[in-house]
């Protein structure tokens, strides 16, 4: 379960994301404007800007399966340098191809882990906390809200670009 | 699992949502403007409104564990009526109420469940793709985007009031 849902599932949203980006890349294109304008939009002037949220979606979905399968050493760092949306593409890719590198016998003692987060003074964390109250909300708190952004400046996105395509049963 | 996530960590971000109105209402007191002027905004004029999304917040949560626990006929109706916050108050206090009637034994079959969605012509998924692909990414959505709403509108919310408590390893 931890693997469908923070590397499985995690993967499936970045993807959703890129689509997402590519409609605001299309967006840009038709209005004559640069893709930056958008990528520096935020919805209040002390928000993170898009190309923040797409930044941190990335790191929560990464250090996220890393932290959950006790491997962060393992995860790519990013220098949170990127201004295009090519190199926020790449991003991306390079974290659907890390979190690929996993399988669910990475997380078979995530539930009853300890997890300690650096940005916490050492506390700890189950790891089942870990992901239920803080991993999951905040992959899709980033990825609603660069959602949101491009929303509110016209791209045409719908609730199915954000949800990506549901497998039914054959 | 999917009492954490669908049932316990769902009420939790009602919770949070309704601790996010309260800094609305206080807000709006300090304007001098009605509430209403915030539950009827929207980031997009073809977006639904505040109002729209918490109801839609507390629909996700409530037929989420509904149709995973296979009890649907047991959620409570609620005729989308609300115009005020003592009304959105109540209407979350419900369905965290019936959240409440919930224990993991619940969910022990869910996973492999097949579960059929009306709004959806009879076509079914498996309840471990419901939760997953479905009802998460939804609830998480429509609570960001009350958020977001809120957000663009100057009320002072943040990231915490959105996560809520988290709690530690003692």
Not at 79 to 87: A, C, V
Request: glycine share 4%.
């Amino acid at each position: 379960m931890f693997y469908d849902i923070t590397v499985v599932q995690a993967s499936k949203m970045l993807g959703n994301l890129k689509a997402m980006l590519e409609k605001a890349a299309e967006f840009a294109e038709a209005k004559k404007i640069e893709p930056e304008v958008l990528l520096t939009s935020r919805l209040a002037p002390d928000q993170f800007s898009l190309i923040r949220q797409i930044q941190i979606c990335c790191d929560t979905a990464k250090l996220g399966a890393a932290r959950l399968a006790g491997k962060s050493d393992s995860a790519p760092k990013h220098e949170d340098t990127e201004t295009t949306l090519d190199e926020l593409y790449a991003r991306i890719a390079a974290v659907q191809d890390y979190l690929a590198t996993y399988s669910a016998a990475d997380f078979v003692d995530t539930a009853s882990k300890e997890i300690s987060l650096p940005w916490l003074d050492g506390k700890k964390m189950l790891g089942s906390t870990f992901a239920v109250s803080f991993v999951i909300p905040n992959l899709y708190f980033h990825v609603t809200t660069a959602y949101a952004i491009l929303r509110h400046n016209g791209v045409d996105v719908g609730k199915l670009d954000y949800l990506g395509s549901i497998p039914f049963v054959e």
